[in-house]
């Protein structure tokens, strides 16, 4: 069932709560894939009832990224979450989640701001203010929904040990399921932003799995020195990568490592032409 308006999913949720169904949300942006169906399929395996969300969230956006061309496939995403079992896509207009005008600054709008810590590197650092959009629409989410249960893909690692963050420290009643990254079996991580590639492109995309992979089984023959693990880095990169990070950090808190252990992510950010591409392992 496809629905546009807070009331109309309020209404839904009220009616479950009353036979004390429990509820899974899938937050996501559209142009579903299979990374998005397997966060889907679970919530529908655990859950009575799924909500999948399906919104281009304009505060996560910063000035000069790409929401006027983020894909927008509304009819495709609504029959994948049909058949995957979905009871509710709920694909809200910006004006319906922020109000008339929507106007998006802070100044005019209350955000849930994530702590300096943890926002302060890794994405967060060229994309200031991203993960107060990302917070401020998923708080918005949970209270629309009421979740019992809230699905997220380790894809986006970053988001997901800040939402955790966000929950914990809001008492938010709702248990986050991480889910892990789904790849193509050449190894890339299936993102809507692959849609961006060109075919030579996603050959050049390779780069961010085989370094992660390889990081991995140095790790995994004894080498724990974070000096000697990026080196590893190098020799899969060439003209066509803009390296933005590859950094290792503790999987609860961000903090950085100087050598590797069982809770250490690496994660990886390049830019392939214009497009920017994440990816992230744990070393466990
Ligand atoms: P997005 O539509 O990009 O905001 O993603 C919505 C949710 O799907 C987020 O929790 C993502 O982490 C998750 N997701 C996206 N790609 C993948 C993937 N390849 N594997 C697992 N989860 C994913």
């Known amino acids: 069932m496809l629905v546009h308006t807070i009331d109309e ?8 709560k009353k036979q004390s169904l429990t509820v899974g949300l899938v937050p996501t942006m559209g142009a579903l894939h299979d990374g998005h169906l397997s966060l889907i399929k679970k919530s529908v395996e655990k859950c009575d009832k799924t909500v999948v969300s399906v919104f281009v969230n304009p505060i996560q956006f910063c000035p000069g990224e790409d929401l006027d061309k983020y894909p927008r496939t ?9 058949d995957a079992g979905a009871d509710i896509v709920f694909a809200p207009s910006p004006k319906e989640m922020y109000g008339e005008g929507h106007i998006l600054s802070n100044d005019f709008l209350t955000y849930v701001i994530p702590p300096f810590f943890y926002t302060n590197k890794l994405c967060g650092k060229s994309r200031v203010g991203h993960f107060d959009g990302v917070c401020t629409v998923v708080n918005k989410l949970f209270n629309i929904v009421q979740p019992d249960f809230a699905f997220f893909g380790e894809k986006d690692r970053q988001q997901l040990i800040i939402l955790k963050k966000m929950v914990k420290d809001l008492n938010i009643p709702v248990e986050i399921i991480p889910c892990p990254i789904v790849r193509e ?12 590639l060109s075919d030579d492109d996603k050959i050049h995309a390779l780069a961010l799995s085989k370094i992660l992979f390889n990081i991995k089984a140095c790790y995994n ?14 020799s899969y990169l060439n003209e066509h990568h803009s390296l933005e990070y590859l950094e290792f950090r503790d999987a609860q808190d961000l903090e950085e490592k100087k050598t590797a252990d069982d809770n250490t992510i690496v994660f990886i950010a390049l830019k392939i032409g214009d497009v920017r591409l994440i990816d992230n392992i744990a070393l466990k």
Do not use: M, Q
């Not at 999913?9 to 479950?16: C, F």
């Open 9 to 16: 999913v309020r209404e839904k949720i009220e009616e479950w």
């Open 74 to 82: 509304l009819d495709a995403d609504e029959k994948l979450c049909n």
């Open 185 to 196: 079996e050449s190894g890339l991580a299936l993102s809507s932003r692959n849609k961006y």
């Open 221 to 234: 023959k004894g080498i724990t020195d974070v000096k000697a693990l990026t080196e590893t880095a190098y």
